[in-house]
Structures are given as structure tokens and as C-alpha cells.
């Protein structure tokens, strides 16, 4: 009994511990993209199940194609409903596993010594779900692509060095493994060469490479052969479903662009060695590479860091003694995709924490693979020193790192906490400004939102983002203004929908489709306040649905229900709001809320008070009436 519980103990204390770190996140609201994927689109909650509905493009424009993750919040959302806090209890018991997972894996890769593999493991998965940038992935609905690839990497690599299930059975599961990574994210390609890393480590030391390299490729050959065939699949089913490989164009433009003027690949390998050293200065969404080592002196210290730690890295894989280079190795291959090697679509940014939640495993392990003590005495460190020294660093390492995450754990907890945390240390970054007024706004913070809309204004002007934000803002404060201001923004900005130009063609004027529909909808929604042109707001309402995805027109419906409504048109009005409340979402009572705001400020001007629908929305009788019925009929209210 007492052996059975040694076994589980570690693995009980790391599940305590990651609760202890993560379990105020189980109360924070969606945030960021979460609304772009799930939230505005309520696809995943009212469509029946197809291999169309999870395999979709996972943002516009794109063809990141991830259909696991895509499936597993449709499970999750037609079974216990949308709800912010099953989404993160699902996000942080992936995480818990992943930490065993690799408390397991270290067990099987790193040397015994002096101090237990048992031991070692255990602070290689402490500091793992310790480690300050593993909060972008856990606290975030949407890092499970990350964390759901990091699953199926670290048991890949568990099951491939077990040595206790058959080699045919091995090998199936790891080919079914391997499909389930790539079908989460990206990165799951470079499994096969992480196999590669960790094999070596484990046992291809002390050999020339090249010949152990073909004992490698010799005893994996049937696996290897496998992995190929799962690769066609995937890139079969990844084309049938998205249309291309890839969205982005690898020319030399680029190489020239982002290698040589920006150096982008330098900065964004010691952006990555930063993070994972010393993650303690900057812990919110955005890391804009404007910002990052902007100098000539410090992208000269970028592109030393990395060439001197290339060549180091280089240099200990070819000796073949240490398994510490292959394991460090390893961490570098499941960072390759996000080094601007190949064109992102990241957002101006040199790179996000959530890229680092598969590589920080493997670099936890080669932390754990040295002995310190030694190496200290290397360095001319006497022995009475060198253990006093090395607690102090591990130490004082440890509290930054406790303070750190309890600080940036809270900026995740909403979308007015992230962004506001972004414009404090960006505030000259677009993305940031964007997205702090528009979560400003969607709080009711109306006069966070003018304050910095007028400081854009006076800085540099507005862009069509800021211009509709802008109106926003007007329609929000009653200022009937905002019809003209509408109208001439709806004047200079493209008119797609009267137009052949593709919609894809959206990115050449820094907006985007939902954008462009958001701005037929919010002039639809001033019409509705500030005049009595309802048929033009029924065609703004109509347009605006031209440019939004079948999911994302929610808002539209309960407008387009208000429209009918004051233009006496009880029974489309009483359709289309049934057509509403019929849908899933979690956002249902706000949008009954829009709807009742909607009609109030049209009733609110004078020039519409004696109208039938009005004096039944004052009176709370008549046609308002049954509106009311119906909204309590479907909520159950009695």
C-alpha cells in the first residue's frame, strides 16, 4: 500500500500545486480571440455536428486548421452549455496532465546521478507549471491549441521511450498520436525530429552521429514509415479543408524583409531565451517586435546571441556526450515554426508565450540534466560556495517567478484587465490602443475610451478601425452626431458588397470583414436612435450581415427584430426574435438588453413618441407586451 502511494505521490503533489497556482483563473471571462472563435460565432453551439464545422479555418483569412480543439468545445458547449469557467477547468486539467506528463518523461530522459531521475523529474514539472509563461496558454480559453498539441507531444514521446508496450503497438499508437497533434496545431509536425532529439539523449551517446543516427533510423523504420503516411493524410485533409498549405507567401521579399532589414529570426530567438529566463518583466497578449531590441546595438547583441548559441548548440550534438544539448535541442525544434523563418500571422508581434508551452517542457528537463555543482567548480567556484550560491539563485529565481505569475494570472481574468494591461506598457502599439478602447466600450468605460481616442486623434489621426470605434463611441453617448460622422465614414471606406473586389482584399486597408460589418451595424443602430429612417437602417442592417459569418450575426438578428418592432411590423419583429432566443449562446441576456436599448432610444426622441410601438413601450402593453411574453415564454421566467 505505502509503495503504491510513493508511486502517486509526486504526481499528486504537482496536481495540488498546479491547482493552488491556476485555480483563480476557473472565474475569468472569455477574452480575445475567445470571441472571434466561439464566442460572436455561436456556430459550435447550434450546428449539428460536421466535419465542415470543426475543421474551418480557425480566424479569417487564414488556414490554421485545428479540428480537434474545434471539437472538443463543441462537446464541451453541447454539454454543459457556454460557460467561461467549465471552459478554464477543461484548459487547467489539460495542464495538470501535461505536468505529469512530463514529471514522466523527464524520469525517462534525463541520466541518473547523484540525485534520483524520480527527483529530477519532479522539478523539471514543478518549474514547468511554475514558469510564468505558461499563463498565456492555461488562463486563456483559446491556448488549448497549444496545450492540446503539448498532450500529444509529451505521451508521444512517453510512449516512443517506454519500454514496457510491444513495437507494433507502440507504433500504432504513436502514428495516432501524432495525427491528433497535427489535427491541434501546427507544430505537431516536428514530432519525428523530437523522437529523433530524445532518442539520442536516451540512447544514441557516446557514437559517431552519423552511426548512431542509422541505428536510429534502423530500429524506428516501420514507425518512421508510419509518420510519413500520417503526414499525406494530414496535408490531404488539411488542403481539402482550408484550400492551400499555407496562407502566407515565402518569397524572397520576404527573406530580404524580415531577415535582413528586420532581422526578425535573431530577435525572435532571443526573445524566446529571454521568456524563458527571465519571464518576469512583461506578462500580458502582446510582445510587439517595434519594441523589442528596436537599436542597432542591441539587434547586433540579437544576432551574437543567436549565431554563439547556435554554434554551442551545434557543437555539443555533434560530440555526442551530453544529453543536455539534445534535449535543449529538442525545445529549439518545437520553437522553429514561430521564428519568423516562414511568414506569421501574429500580429506585428516578435512572438507569444502560448508558441513556448511544448518547447518550456523540454527546456525544463535540460534545466534539471546538469550538475551545478560541478560545473560551478569548473569555474574556479570552491565547493563550500558553490551549493550556498546555488540556493540563493534558485531561490531568489523561484519568488520572482511566484510573484510574477500571481501579478499577470489577473490580467487574464477580462477583457478590460488584459487590454488595459497591453496600453500600459505598449501604448504606442496599434493592436493594443485597438483593443483596449473597443474592450473600454464594451464595459460601459465610455470615458476611457474618448480619452485615448482623442489622443490618437491628436497624434497621428484616426485609421477606419479608430474612425469606427469613434462612432461607436458617439452612438453610445446619445450624440446624434454620430449619423454625419457615420456617413462620412461609410463614404471613404470600400463597398465590397457593391463590388467584384474579393473579401480577402479586406487586409489591404488594415480591416477586417467583422470590422466592416460592424460598421453597418453600428450605423443601423444610430439610425435607430437618432432618426426616423428605419427602411435605412433595415439595409444597413441587411449589409451589414453581407460582410459577418453565419455565426457572428446574432447581434444583427436582435437589431433587425428591433427595426421590425418600431416600424410596426409585429409579426417579422416577433419572428426574428424568436429566431434569436432560439439560438445557443452565452450572451443571451445582453443581447435582450441591445434589443430593449434599441427601442427605448428610438422612443426616447421625441419625434417618435407617438408612435403605436412606442406608447406600447412606455405604456408596457399592447404589442410590447407580448414582446415581453415571448422573451419570458423562451427564458422560463414566470
Request: proline content about 4%; aromatic content about 14%; overall charge neutral.
Amino acid at each position: 500500500m505505502l509503495s503504491k502511494f510513493k508511486g502517486i505521490a509526486i504526481p499528486l503533489a504537482l496536481t495540488a500545486f498546479t491547482l493552488w497556482l491556476y485555480y483563480p483563473a476557473l472565474g475569468f471571462s472569455y477574452v480575445w480571440d475567445d470571441t472571434l472563435l466561439f464566442v460572436d460565432k455561436v456556430s459550435l453551439l447550434n450546428e449539428p455536428l460536421s466535419w465542415e464545422l470543426v475543421s474551418q479555418p480557425v480566424l479569417f483569412g487564414t488556414t490554421y486548421f485545428r479540428p480537434i480543439v474545434f471539437l472538443s468545445w463543441y462537446a464541451e458547449f453541447n454539454i454543459w452549455g457556454q460557460s467561461s469557467s467549465i471552459s478554464h477547468a477543461i484548459n487547467l486539467l489539460v495542464h495538470v496532465l501535461n505536468t505529469i506528463l512530463l514529471f514522466y518523461l523527464a524520469k525517462l530522459v534525463v541520466p541518473n546521478g547523484k540525485i534520483s531521475t524520480t527527483v529530477k523529474g519532479a522539478i523539471a514539472a514543478a518549474l514547468y507549471t511554475l514558469h510564468p509563461v505558461m499563463i498565456e496558454s492555461v488562463a486563456w480559453v483559446s491556448g488549448r491549441f497549444d496545450l492540446f498539441v503539448t498532450f500529444f507531444i509529451f505521451l508521444s514521446s512517453i510512449v516512443f521511450l517506454s519500454e514496457r508496450m510491444p513495437y507494433h503497438a507502440k507504433t500504432g499508437t504513436i502514428a495516432i498520436l501524432y495525427l491528433l497533434a497535427l489535427l491541434s496545431k501546427e507544430l505537431g509536425i516536428v514530432l519525428p525530429v523530437i523522437l529523433y532529439f530524445i532518442w539520442m539523449a536516451k540512447h544514441g551517446l557516446e557514437q559517431r552521429l552519423s552511426v548512431a543516427t542509422k541505428t536510429f533510423i534502423f530500429r524506428n523504420k516501420l514507425l518512421l514509415s508510419f509518420l510519413a503516411i500520417v503526414v499525406v493524410i494530414y496535408f490531404c485533409l488539411r488542403t481539402d479543408a482550408v484550400g492551400s498549405v499555407y496562407h502566407r507567401s515565402f518569397n524572397w521579399f520576404y527573406i530580404t524583409e524580415a531577415y535582413f532589414s528586420d532581422l526578425m529570426p535573431f530577435k525572435a530567438v532571443t526573445f524566446y531565451l529571454y521568456r524563458a529566463f527571465l519571464p518576469f518583466l512583461s506578462g500580458g497578449a502582446l510582445h510587439p517586435y517595434e519594441s523589442f531590441m528596436p537599436s542597432p546595438e542591441e539587434s547586433a547583441i540579437a544576432i551574437m546571441v543567436t549565431l554563439v548559441g547556435t554554434a554551442i548548440l551545434i557543437w555539443g550534438l555533434l560530440k555526442n556526450k551530453n544529453p543536455l544539448y539534445w534535449v535543449f535541442g529538442a525545445s529549439a525544434v518545437c520553437l522553429v515554426l514561430v521564428l519568423h523563418i516562414i511568414p506569421l500571422s501574429i500580429g506585428k508581434n516578435i512572438g507569444h508565450d502560448r508558441f513556448m508551452a511544448t518547447a518550456l517542457g523540454f527546456f525544463c528537463i535540460s534545466i534539471v540534466i546538469p550538475n551545478y555543482i560541478s560545473l560551478l567548480g569548473r569555474l574556479g567556484v570552491r565547493r563550500s560556495l558553490s551549493l550556498p550560491i546555488l540556493l540563493v539563485v534558485v531561490t531568489f529565481w523561484i519568488s520572482l517567478a511566484l510573484l510574477t505569475h500571481g501579478s499577470f494570472l489577473r490580467i487574464w481574468k477580462d477583457e478590460f484587465s488584459l487590454w488595459q494591461e497591453s496600453y500600459r506598457v505598449y501604448p504606442d502599439f496599434k493592436a493594443a490602443r485597438y483593443n483596449y478602447v473597443y474592450s473600454a466600450l464594451a464595459t460601459g468605460r465610455l470615458e476611457v475610451a474618448d480619452e485615448v481616442l482623442q489622443e490618437i486623434n491628436k497624434n497621428e489621426g484616426f485609421g477606419i478601425p479608430e474612425q469606427a470605434l469613434y462612432a461607436d463611441l458617439l452612438v453610445r453617448q446619445g450624440n446624434p452626431e454620430s449619423l454625419l460622422y457615420m456617413e462620412g465614414l461609410l463614404s471613404a471606406i470600400p463597398k465590397f458588397h457593391e463590388s467584384d473586389i474579393p473579401l480577402e482584399a479586406t487586409g489591404l486597408f488594415n480591416v477586417t470583414p467583422k470590422h466592416l460589418g460592424g460598421v453597418y451595424s453600428t450605423y443601423a443602430s444610430a439610425l435607430i436612435a437618432f432618426s426616423d429612417d428605419l427602411e435605412k437602417a433595415r439595409e444597413n442592417n441587411r449589409v451589414s450581415t453581407w460582410y459577418l459569418e453565419i455565426g457572428e450575426q446574432v447581434p444583427t438578428i436582435y437589431q433587425r427584430a428591433a427595426i421590425e418592432y418600431l416600424d410596426s411590423n409585429y409579426d417579422q419583429a416577433s419572428e426574428k426574435l424568436k429566431e434569436a432566443l432560439n439560438l445557443r449562446q452565452s450572451g443571451k441576456i445582453a443581447m435582450i438588453d441591445f434589443f430593449k436599448t434599441l427601442i427605448e432610444k428610438h422612443c426616447s426622441n421625441v419625434a417618435n413618441k407617438d408612435k403605436e410601438a412606442c406608447i406600447d413601450f412606455r405604456n408596457k402593453d399592447g404589442n410590447w407586451k407580448t414582446v415581453t411574453n415571448t422573451i419570458a415564454q423562451h427564458l422560463k421566467i414566470k
